[in-house]
């Protein structure tokens, strides 16, 4: 697959042949015609420069911008994933690993601002896809469910703090709660879709009942073809026959499903903020270093 996220960085992409056929032609012809050869190649650069920005600049990191949503796929009871589209068909969006976008609704004359984590991937040009679990007293989440296709929300981004690097652990420990999986998967994506990547990646993720489990075949067909990528399910409320862990996401779990706390290794942390202080004083009775719910890229351990 072609990465047009390359190909958007480079503005005279297709022209560096063209403009040096046009100076040998001119200089073959008539060296006096060179001042008009040079006047048309700067115009048709900054035609090229033009039209490049333009296709790359959808959503900025200040401004917001209003985008129409195209698609939903509901994926259970109360989340459904959202397809917005970027204003050019050939744009992606690229966003850094594990960074999301903020998203403003007028709730009672306020704006609220909340954040989602895009999961569709690098090679999709056009639009991109963010999963919402819908809370019915939620301010902006329980907005999400009554859009209807055509209709805008404003985006700006991205905004993260993690600094993802290829190869930068030996092995990642990853811990999820309900819809903090989105930014999990990407760095679960961007592991798995770069060859050279050779990080181990092993995932818990943590939720209330079976049916609150978000991609869980997504995960578990990502878990079958990818050796370096392990994944457990632990929930609050099992069913009977439930062969997962059951409970919150313990010492124990994370001594036996995730890595050991090393200097090569990291561990990251998405879920609701409870969720969040349990773990940061789970990981560092293990051993692992200590850290915030507001990370800095380079912790060992990273709350998102
Ligand atoms: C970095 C980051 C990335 C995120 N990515 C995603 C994403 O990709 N998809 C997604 O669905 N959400 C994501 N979230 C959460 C999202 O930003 C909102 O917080 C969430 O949608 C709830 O907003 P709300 O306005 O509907 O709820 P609020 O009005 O803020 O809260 C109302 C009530 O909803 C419940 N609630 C809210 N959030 C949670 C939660 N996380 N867990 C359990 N109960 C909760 C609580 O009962 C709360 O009292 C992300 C958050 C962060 C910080």
Redesign the pocket.
């Known amino acids: 697959m072609e990465d047009k996220r390359d190909l958007l960085k480079q503005p005279l992409h297709g022209i560096y042949i063209p403009i040096a056929l046009m100076i040998v032609g001119t200089l073959m012809l008539d060296v006096s015609y060179m001042p008009y050869t040079i006047a048309f190649i700067v115009i048709m650069c900054s035609i090229n420069f033009y039209s490049a920005w333009s296709r790359r600049c959808s959503i900025d990191p200040v401004k917001w911008t209003e985008l129409e949503m195209i698609d939903r796929t509901v994926i259970s009871k109360n989340?459904a994933i959202y397809r917005f589209q970027l204003k050019h068909q050939d744009e992606v969006l690229d966003i850094p690993t594990g960074h999301?976008l903020a998203c403003v609704f007028m709730v009672d004359g306020k704006d609220?601002v909340?954040?989602?984590?895009p999961?569709s991937n690098k090679y999709d040009a056009g639009f991109f896809d963010?999963?919402?679990?819908?809370?019915p007293?939620?301010?902006?989440?329980?907005r999400f469910p009554n859009l209807r296709e055509g209709q805008t929300v404003k985006f700006r981004g991205p905004v993260?703090r993690l600094e993802y690097k290829t190869n930068m652990a030996k092995e990642i420990g990853l811990i999820a709660?309900?819809?903090?999986i989105?930014?999990i998967l990407q760095v679960i994506t961007e592991v798995i879709t770069t060859p050279a990547d050779t990080t181990k990646i092993s995932l818990i993720y943590a939720n209330n009942t079976l049916n609150d489990i978000l991609l869980r075949d997504e995960i578990d067909e990502l878990s079958k073809n990818y050796p370096n990528f392990k994944v457990h399910y632990t929930l609050t409320e099992p069913p009977a026959n439930w062969e997962g862990s059951t409970g919150f996401v313990s010492k124990e779990m994370i001594t036996k499903y995730l890595p050991k706390p090393s200097e090569e290794n990291r561990l990251f942390i998405?879920?609701?903020p409870e969720m969040k202080k349990s773990l940061i004083e789970i990981s560092q009775e293990l051993g692992w270093d200590k850290t915030s719910m507001k990370s800095d890229p380079n912790d060992q351990v990273f709350c998102?």
């Open positions: 989340s999301h609220e909340r954040y989602y984590s999961i963010i999963l919402v679990k819908s809370y007293n939620g301010k902006v989440s329980s993260g709660g309900g819809s903090g989105t930014p998405c879920g609701p998102f």
